[in-house]
């Protein structure tokens, strides 16, 4: 069966340090990736997609690179803030031909600590 | 408002209560999904609208699980005889344009969710 993984373990760095989010899947080939950031008591908000024949893309201060032989996608903060502190949600689009739906892994908490 | 609206944000039902959570979408927005998400884990897809059409209801977990959009706007998801593991976050998200279906995408934009406990 398909699956997503994220680490469950939240990771903590220090202010001005460079995060970075590993998001793996399995039986999977989808056609894009998606990153929302999740807070306390929000719902998620869509940070960045990467389609399956691109290899990184850059936003301000994140980027995600797309290793499809890998299967594996990588979310970089760099001069991390403390307000950068959320849960960090990846997703994938439906593998070309299926479902429209995308399904999300469980998310990774991010704390920059100060 | 220009976002997604949620209401009640938390609803609190005893087992075997049939509740109801409303989604107002963005107005003019045709796509309009329920997730439910619980505790620790990522949302779970339930069910899809496009425009008034119930366009896939694969994730809903059983039928005690019913969701409507009669005019295309407005949705309501409605639980019946609820159960203590329907306790979680509902989510609703819509997005501009109809789903096509293969590799196509648009930006969903979530609410803030209706949290739901059922004792």
């Known amino acids: 069966s398909q699956k997503i993984e994220q680490n469950s373990e939240a990771l903590n760095i220090q202010e001005g340090k460079t995060a970075t989010l590993t998001c793996n899947y399995t039986n999977y080939s989808p056609a894009y990736l998606q990153w929302y950031r999740q807070d306390p008591g929000r719902g998620p908000v869509f940070l960045l997609l990467i389609r399956e024949n691109e290899k990184e893309k850059r936003k301000e201060r994140l980027k995600v690179t797309f290793d499809t032989t890998l299967k594996q996608s990588l979310f970089h903060i760099t001069a991390s803030q403390p307000a950068d502190s959320a849960t960090y949600l990846c997703?994938?689009?439906?593998?070309?031909?299926?479902?429209?739906?995308?399904?999300f892994g469980r998310g990774t908490s991010l704390i920059v600590h100060p | 408002g220009a976002g997604v609206s949620q209401s009640p944000r938390y609803k609190v039902a005893k087992r075997g209560q049939d509740v109801a959570l409303r989604c107002d979408p963005i107005s003019g927005h045709v796509s309009l999904f329920w997730y439910q998400q619980a505790l620790g884990q990522g949302p779970e897809f339930l069910t899809y609208f496009q425009n008034e059409a119930q366009l896939d209801k694969s994730g809903l977990p059983s039928d005690r699980f019913f969701a409507e959009r009669p005019e295309g706007s407005v949705s309501t998801l409605k639980i019946q005889r609820t159960q203590q593991e329907d306790s979680a976050v509902y989510l609703c998200?819509?997005?501009?344009?109809?789903?096509?279906?293969?590799?196509?995408?648009?930006?969903?934009?979530f609410g803030p969710g209706t949290r739901l406990t059922v004792l």
């Open positions: 998200a819509s997005s501009l344009i109809g789903l096509a279906g293969g590799s196509s995408y648009n930006e969903q934009f």
């Open positions: 997703a994938l689009g439906p593998a070309s031909g299926g479902s429209y739906i995308p399904t």
